[in-house]
């Protein structure tokens, strides 16, 4: 099959390969909920699909996409270094060189040395190897409902039994503690044996769970007390995400470590990094013996590194990370108005442009309500991806692309691009308005879905 022909694919033919090449239960999954469009162009918040309707993406690649779908001038940068060598590890290049200059002059504190790889999971992975050597201890903090990814060191420090239980043993000297408990953190500290804490300011995957107010501060201040690194997994809060330039700095906490991603590719190119202190740096890999002990072979290549340096001067330039501060001040001002209003959202949360909105779970006694004709598949969804309902409305009705987090599925994630205008924060308070005022309660919410489910399982 050639490259043509494989954008000329009618919808029925890439389920057919998606089913028969790749995840055939994910399929299913998606096309139950009519999450299976084909969406042939994109730009910025837009996309859109063969019939050319216009779908908001309040998704945002769950972060990846802080610049927006195919930014311009991130393409305009990429052809500007397309004649020179991409992957030339005998060799230096001035890109990668330029990018470590400008993320240290933008990070927290004394954070000078970068390491380029190709995603956050990667980033985290070398974090903790970073950890390990610069310390010479193993054990690793980390926290209830996190999500650092699912490459075996990085889910040995993800805090959902679901992705970790199939795959045990994993990494043996790890120990999670509740989000924001302090108390929990000192007692896993004073032991004395732990290389790194590793938490995320904003827990995204946990159903954005914002910390009490100074907590990263005074956890900051414990991990140095007892010896141990302090990681900040910025991969998904970085980049003017949650207002700051980095979430961190919102408390003024210089993390030992920091890890990027996501954003950090502008939205087309794989790319994540993670920088620490010069001290950090010499003590694990400040040797020539040393200098190799961890490597990527595409981290750090031209055309990755050539997006990363655009995306950082487009989100300085247009002062992005304000933007993101003053439209997501007024968006949250604006859901909270609906919870406020509308019983079956629970709650709304976040900052900046990262928000998740919580709804509540069906009532004890309703528990067992089920709809046989559809294999009970929509009860399913409704008790443990309440947010997924909500979301399939959001898609199906309004055209707005949306999607629940992984370890609190009843809570959907609002990510849009930080270019989003108010009229598009607007569209999407109107939509939400209106499932809100249509639904009173659970089992509103799951008829409705299961009328979707059943016309889907037609299909």
């Given amino acids: 099959m050639g490259f043509e022909q494989a954008l000329a694919l009618p ?33 910025g918040v837009s996309v859109y699909d063969a019939a050319g309707n216009e779908y908001l993406d309040f998704l945002g690649g769950y972060g990846a996409l802080n610049l927006g779908h195919n930014h311009p001038e991130i393409y305009a940068a990429l052809q ?33 040395r970068s390491f380029f790889c190709n995603s956050g999971a990667e980033a985290v992975e070398g974090a903790l190897k970073l950890s390990r050597i610069a310390t010479g201890r ?55 044996d732990a290389a790194a804490f590793i938490i995320e300011p904003i827990q995204g995957e946990g159903g954005i769970v914002v910390p009490p107010p100074g907590y990263l501060a005074k956890a900051k201040r414990k ?61 694990a890999y400040g040797t ?12 750090g290549n031209t055309a990755a590194c050539a997006a990363a340096l655009k995306t950082i001067e487009i989100i300085v330039d247009q002062n ?14 604006e859901l909270k108005k609906l919870k406020d209003e509308y019983p079956l959202l629970k709650d709304v949360r976040g900052r900046g442009l990262m928000i998740g ?31 997924s309902l909500v979301a399939g409305e959001l898609l199906n009705k309004h055209r707005i692309i949306t999607a629940y987090t992984l370890n609190n599925p009843n809570v959907i994630r609002l990510e849009p691009p930080l270019t989003v205008t108010q009229e598009q924060l607007d569209r999407v308070l109107t939509a939400l308005k209106s499932i809100l005022s ?21 299909k």
């Fill in 138 to 192: 193993q054990k690793f903090i980390y926290c209830h409902h996190s999500f650092h990814g699912k490459t075996f060191g990085a889910l040995s420090v993800t805090g959902r039994e679901k992705y970790q239980a199939p795959f045990h043993p994993l990494l043996s000297q790890t120990m999670s503690v509740p989000y924001g408990d302090l108390a929990a953190l000192e007692q896993a500290l004073a032991s004395g």
């Fill in 223 to 283: 991990c140095a007390q007892y010896g141990t690194l302090f990681i900040a997994d910025e991969v998904q809060t970085g980049f003017g995400r949650t207002g700051d330039f980095f979430a961190c700095q919102a408390e003024d906490v210089v993390p030992d470590i920091l890890c990027i991603a996501k954003s950090l590719g502008g939205g087309v190119m794989p790319m994540g990094a993670y920088l620490t202190s010069d001290e950090i740096w010499r003590k």
């Fill in 80 to 112: 500007k270094v397309q004649s020179l060598p991409n992957i030339l590890q005998a060799s230096i290049s001035g890109i990668s060189a330029a990018l470590a200059h400008n993320l240290a002059h933008l990070a927290p504190g004394h954070l000078k």
């Fill in 438 to 458: 249509s639904h009173s309660g659970f089992l509103s919410m799951v008829g409705s879905s299961a009328k979707n489910v059943l016309l889907n399982m037609k």
């Fill in 11 to 43: 919808k029925e033919q890439i389920k057919e390969l998606h089913s028969k090449y790749l995840n055939a239960s994910l399929v299913t999954l998606l096309s139950l909920i009519n999450f299976d469009t084909p969406f042939v162009s994109a730009s």
């Fill in 320 to 333: 992005l990370v304000q933007q993101a501060k003053t439209k997501g001040a007024y968006f949250l001002e």
């Fill in 357 to 387: 909105l919580e709804f509540q779970q069906p009532p004890t006694g309703e528990k067992k309500y089920s709809f046989t004709f559809t294999m009970n598949v929509v009860n399913k969804l409704a008790q443990e991806y309440m947010g």
């Fill in 288 to 299: 020539m013996e040393k200098s190799l002990l961890h490597t990527s072979t595409f981290g």
